[in-house]
């Protein structure tokens, strides 16, 4: 049996994660060790919590005495670290915390994983990482895994680093890594801070829809299931030491993106066409706000032969039902600390 630990896999993408492997390897036992910061929550994992192959485990990634017991106990085979601080807003307010948890966080399991995989056969550390790390595009081009890194806030510097710290890791120990550079994940158990949840859920309350500056921002957006999926096939079939982006060619404008949300949104609550646009409402933008993200996934077709599954309509739509099917799991988030952090955010 291989025993994987899976790092805050109670989070969004970490949710998807846990769910397909816990799904689709019965022999594997999956560990998941998460901090349950606000952002963790383990009603994302409800469906699966009994599964015979799944254990969670309440941690903090950055406690090494702690992770230290953990690979001693349990005796790991591979990691697959996705626990993280992971919101550009709150790197901007509070970039010590991005520091703690992505950099000393990452070297922290980088050096248990070192110092107890004496045997380094059939190991392997997986890095889940983002597109944020090359920085920002201008109208032309697209990331590749080759492309300088260049991060521009003090979160994707904080993911730059931990990228480097696992090459390194690679490279002076010869630890087997590797590593992948998403592009923006969108779908259910998304936590309400990030732009597409807090529409969805700011239109069905009628609330505004804060737009950064003129809303010309471009995403490559990719469903979470299809990041998890490309997720499993790198972990399983990846090249040891090597990097590959993940993305779904699939750019929008912020502003259109929202548009085509309030759309959906009419249709799905009945409303008047055009009723959920007049909420649209442009506010100050955020600090340093990189311009455009764009993935050339291409490496990952070729080699390993993933590609996305769903078209974006399609993707948005599933979400969208996904939301108003599960109106309590958003509301128990938006009724405890996050309205603070909405008052002190929006309201200031
Ligand atoms: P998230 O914020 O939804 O979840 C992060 C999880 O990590 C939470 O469950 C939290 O409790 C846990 N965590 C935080 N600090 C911890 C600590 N010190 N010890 C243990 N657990 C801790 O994040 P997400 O959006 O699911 O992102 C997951 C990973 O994927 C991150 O590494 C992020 O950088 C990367 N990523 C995200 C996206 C995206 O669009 N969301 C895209 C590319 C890459
Ligand atoms: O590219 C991958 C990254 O995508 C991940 O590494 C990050 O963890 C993840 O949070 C995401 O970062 P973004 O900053 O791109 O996502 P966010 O949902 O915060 O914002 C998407 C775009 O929408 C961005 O241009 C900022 C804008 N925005 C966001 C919010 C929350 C608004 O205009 N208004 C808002 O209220």
Redesign the pocket.
């Known amino acids: 049996m291989k025993k994987i630990l899976i790092?805050?896999?109670?989070?969004?993408?970490?949710s998807h994660v846990v769910r397909r492997f816990v799904k689709n390897y019965s022999d594997y036992q999956i560990y998941n060790?998460?901090?349950?910061?606000y952002?963790?929550?383990l009603e994302n994992l409800r469906d699966i919590e009994d599964a015979p192959n799944y254990t969670f485990i309440k941690?903090?990634?950055?406690d090494a005495g702690f992770i230290q017991q953990i690979f001693v106990q349990y005796q790991f085979d591979g990691v697959i670290h996705?626990?993280?601080?992971?919101?550009v807003d709150r790197s901007i307010t509070n970039p010590m915390a991005f520091v703690?948890?992505n950099v000393i966080?990452t070297v922290t399991l980088l050096n248990a994983a070192n110092h107890f995989w004496k045997d380094k056969t059939d190991k392997r550390f997986y890095h889940?990482?983002?597109?944020e790390v090359y920085g920002s595009l201008g109208e032309e081009g697209f990331f590749l895994e080759t492309t300088s890194y260049d991060p521009k806030s003090p979160y994707s510097a904080s993911?730059a680093s931990s990228d480097h710290f696992v090459r390194a890791y690679h490279n002076t120990y010869s630890l087997p890594i590797v590593v992948s550079n998403?592009?923006?994940?969108y779908g259910s158990f998304h936590?309400p801070e990030?732009l597409i949840p807090l529409v969805i859920n700011n239109i069905q309350q009628n609330k505004p829809l804060p737009i950064y500056g003129k809303g010309e921002n471009i995403r490559d957006w990719l469903f979470v299931e299809d990041h998890a999926r490309a997720i499993d096939v790198i972990f399983h079939k990846g090249k040891d030491g090597d990097t590959y982006n993940i993305g779904g060619f699939n750019e929008w404008t912020n502003i259109d993106l929202v548009k085509l949300l309030c759309k959906i949104m009419d249709e799905k609550l009945g409303r008047d066409p055009g009723t959920s646009e007049k909420l649209i409402t442009y506010v100050k933008d955020r600090a340093g706000h990189d311009m455009r993200y764009a993935i050339d996934a291409t490496k990952l077709k070729n080699e390993l032969g993933w590609e996305p599954s769903l078209q974006f309509e399609e993707g948005l739509e599933k979400t969208v039902d996904w939301y108003l099917a599960n109106q309590k799991w958003m509301n128990d988030i938006t009724s405890g600390d996050y309205q603070n952090y909405y008052k002190e955010h929006y309201q200031a």
């Open positions: 790092t805050g896999g109670a989070g969004f993408i970490g060790l998460d901090k349950l910061t952002a963790g929550n941690g903090d990634i950055c996705l626990a993280a601080e992971s919101h703690e948890t966080g889940v990482s983002t597109d993911k998403c592009s923006n994940n936590f990030k």
